[in-house]
Each structure stands twice: as C-alpha cells, then as structure tokens.
C-alpha cells in the first residue's frame, strides 16, 4: 500500500483554547455575564448607591440603566477612544465579556471634567447583560 502524501498539520485538527476563566467567591454575591454566567464582578465593587445620590446621576448605557464598579473580571478592553456622553467628554473603551465576546459596557480611561474624575478607571457593566448569582433574596 502506498502511504499519503498528505501533509501532517492537515492530518491534526487544531482546536482553539479556552480563554481562563476567574471564579469568585460562593461566599460573596456576584454578578454574571447574562449570555454565558461568567463571572463579572463582586458585589463588593459596585459602588454605592449613596455616590451615585452624592453624584446626582444614575448611569445610563446605550441599552438602559448600567452599574459602576470599581473592579471586574474575565472582561476584555477594547481601544479607548473619545466620546461625548451625558456627563461630558471622556475617553472610554469598550468592555467584553472573555468568554463570549458580548460587549457589557466601558471603561473609563480618562475624564476631561475635573468633577468627572472619580470615574477614571472604573467600569460600567449595563444592567441588560448582567445577572446577579450567589445569595441574592
């Protein structure tokens, strides 16, 4: 019998590797991506209503009501650039979900209002992508 003149990389099926995935705490309530439940961030980072009160603003993300978090994890960050939103100018970059590519919300990079500042490298996660896990009532 003849053998194949077959090339050995067409012979091997490449797979892609998943991305890692962090876990937080089951002791802690979290947030998750609502398209695949990873985790995105810890109830612990969210900041608080009580700023947003101090702030006179709540957050708003192309798709209704959006949460800020000081921290987040298992999100991509796309390239910053410049956009005019409701509070100002602000150069911000696109966030994603690691493991499903969703795009969640931004990242604030830079604020241009000395008032605006306090968002500087925070997180906003809109409310339609996310999903509370571990002991919520």
């Known amino acids: 019998p003849e053998l194949s003149e077959e090339p050995a990389a067409e012979m091997v099926k490449m797979t892609k590797s998943k991305t890692f995935q962090a876990y937080l705490p089951n002791c802690h309530r979290t947030y998750s991506c609502i398209h695949c439940r990873a985790h995105l961030a810890?109830?612990?980072?969210?900041?608080?209503?009580?700023?947003?009160?101090?702030?006179?603003?709540?957050?708003?993300?192309?798709?209704?009501?959006?949460?800020?978090?000081?921290?987040?994890?298992?999100?991509?960050?796309?390239?910053?650039?410049?956009r005019v939103l409701l509070t100002g100018l602000h150069a911000v970059a696109d966030i994603y979900c690691e493991n499903c590519k969703t795009t969640l919300g931004w990242k604030y990079e830079h604020a241009f209002e000395s008032s605006q500042k306090y968002k500087e490298?925070?997180?906003?996660?809109?409310?339609?992508?996310?999903i509370k896990d571990n002991g919520w009532e």
């Open 42 to 82: 810890n109830h612990d980072e969210l900041i608080s209503k009580a700023m947003y009160s101090f702030f006179m603003q709540s957050f708003q993300g192309s798709q209704g009501r959006a949460y800020l978090f000081n921290s987040v994890v298992n999100v991509g960050c796309g390239p910053a650039e410049e």
């Open 121 to 130: 490298g925070k997180f906003i996660i809109e409310l339609a992508h996310m």
